[in-house]
């Protein structure tokens, strides 16, 4: 099933998987932040950068094809509607190339990041803020994290059963209406199996953790950022 394998994480000894998860969400957030101000030479340099990461983590791309036509769809309406907007061929490229930026940023975030390295991070930071119960969150987003691919591996489960049993029909509302149904029982099950395994653990929400350190990784992730977005504005 390897076309499941988007927005899910995979352990290697890379550099990104060696950063901080609150390091790389900050790092995205500020190239977001730039890509919406940026110019057309800032977007081409914001793809090129995040391609030559998507290469270095060796992003199973490949492997994406289901979910990928998703995405490119979205691409073309994108560019579709822009230039019907704006009239020019530059802005419906500018919002074309931001967007695959904002892609490669998610796969690079998803492939590189635990989502239990993500809630022990961002719980240590927000335990410092009063009145906030900060595992209580980073505990919230790493369940939600989790419950995310696993909307990926159902479809691609349903998809590849009703393929084996070679099942054909006509009718587009008995199609939907049947996947739909499919999709969202397994769906249950498998939330039911992930509800029953947290319970079993005895699951505290609220239950501090070993917080993880930065390290000089995190450092030279910053740097060639903050130059990367310093060139997207100057461009």
């Known amino acids: 099933m390897a076309e499941a394998l988007i927005f899910h994480y995979r352990h290697q000894n890379r550099f990104l998987n060696r950063c901080n998860p609150v390091t790389k969400f900050f790092s995205v957030i500020l190239i977001c932040l730039v890509l919406l101000s940026t110019s057309l030479s800032g977007a081409i340099l914001f793809v090129t950068v995040t391609s030559l990461a998507a290469l270095l983590q060796r992003l199973p791309i490949h492997s994406y094809k289901r979910e990928l036509r998703f995405f490119i769809f979205l691409l073309i309406l994108i560019f579709i509607t822009e230039y019907i907007a704006a009239k020019d ?6 919002a074309f190339l931001r967007f695959i930026s904002i892609i490669l940023c998610g796969l690079l975030i998803a492939d590189s990041t635990a989502p239990d390295d993500l809630a022990r991070s961002l719980g240590s ?17 790493e369940l939600t994290l989790s419950l995310l691919p696993m909307i990926f591996d159902a479809a691609e489960q349903v998809m590849s059963a009703r393929s084996a049993r070679l099942e054909k029909r006509r009718n587009p509302y008995t199609v939907i209406t049947g996947l ?13 199996d992930l509800s029953l395994a947290l319970e079993a653990r005895s699951f505290d929400p609220s239950r501090k953790r070993n917080r993880l ?13 903050c130059i990367l977005c310093v060139l997207g504005i100057v461009l």
């Open 213 to 225: 350190d930065y390290t000089r990784t995190d450092f030279f992730l910053l740097c060639i950022v």
């Open 125 to 141: 930071l927000l335990d410092h803020i009063p009145f906030i119960n900060g595992w209580m969150i980073a505990s919230s987003i």
């Open 89 to 94: 061929w530059g802005s419906a490229l500018l």
């Open 180 to 192: 739909s149904t499919s999709i969202f029982s397994l769906l249950l099950d498998k939330a039911e």
